[in-house]
């Protein structure tokens, strides 16, 4: 069983987040090339895996691959309704973050749990669709999309609970997902969500018809994440943390 050390960022600017993920990612490429160097270190040389949660101001990003026309309007707006904009290395198109939202960035080496990125992906969405279950929301995936779904087989009425997208390079995963539970889905309405122009976004509030306490959703998706990938869930002690914000910001 895997170990993952969990740290909750709180509300954090989404390039601090960022710049936080490259920074863990790059500490386990560098074992991975001293390793390929001295094979003989192997013994004792884990990489260590980590799951970030937070919380953003709005935030606009789009994937490597996305479309700008799908940001439908322009910087005076984002002024104005205080959303910033990034483009990013992830896969995906454009995408909404802000209050409201879970979302979670899995820092994994997947060579120790297993070499497969389309498996990684559904184990995202698994995890998602577990907890979606225990608040009784009826949630799957939708064919040839990413993420997970409400009504995915149902025409016209198909709408996304939870985004997802990813990089990877030689197996050590970055970014996450956004799962919508309070979320103000009125920002949705200024791009073309993840691309897909003829589906809506939803959210846990918006299918409850009541507020959903944050903290034990993202408790509950712990435990989910936990399961799916069968790993040992600890926190990050302050001293690495502290490490890793030296490192990032100076």
Request: net charge negative.
């Amino acid at each position: 069983m895997n170990n993952v050390f969990v740290e909750d960022l709180g509300v954090i600017e989404y390039g601090k987040a960022w710049d936080l993920q490259e920074f863990l990612m790059k500490k386990g490429l560098d074992i991975k090339a001293d390793l390929f160097r001295h094979p003989e270190k192997t013994a004792g040389a884990d990489i260590r895996h980590y799951l970030l949660l937070c919380r953003h101001p709005h935030v606009y990003t789009l994937g490597k691959s996305g479309m700008i026309e799908h940001l439908l309007i322009n910087d005076q707006r984002m002024k104005d309704l205080q959303v910033s904009f990034y483009k990013t290395n992830r896969g995906g198109d454009i995408t909404y973050h802000g209050p409201g939202q879970l979302v979670a960035y899995p820092i994994l080496d997947l060579e120790q749990f297993f070499a497969d990125l389309g498996r990684y992906m559904r184990s995202l969405e698994e995890s998602v669709i577990r907890l979606l279950g225990e608040y009784g929301i009826e949630a799957g995936r939708l064919p040839g999309s990413t993420g997970v779904w409400i009504d995915p087989d149902v025409p016209g009425k198909a709408r996304k609970i939870c985004a997802m997208g990813v990089r990877s390079s030689r197996w050590i995963t970055l970014h996450g997902l956004a799962l919508n539970i309070n979320t103000d889905l009125k920002y949705f309405d200024y791009i073309v969500p993840c691309g897909i122009a003829d589906k809506g976004v939803t959210s846990m509030q918006q299918e409850l018809g009541r507020t959903l306490d944050e903290t034990q959703v993202q408790a509950l998706f712990l435990e989910k994440f936990a399961e799916v990938f069968e790993a040992h869930l600890s926190p990050v002690t302050e001293s690495l943390k502290q490490t890793a914000v030296a490192a990032v910001h100076g």
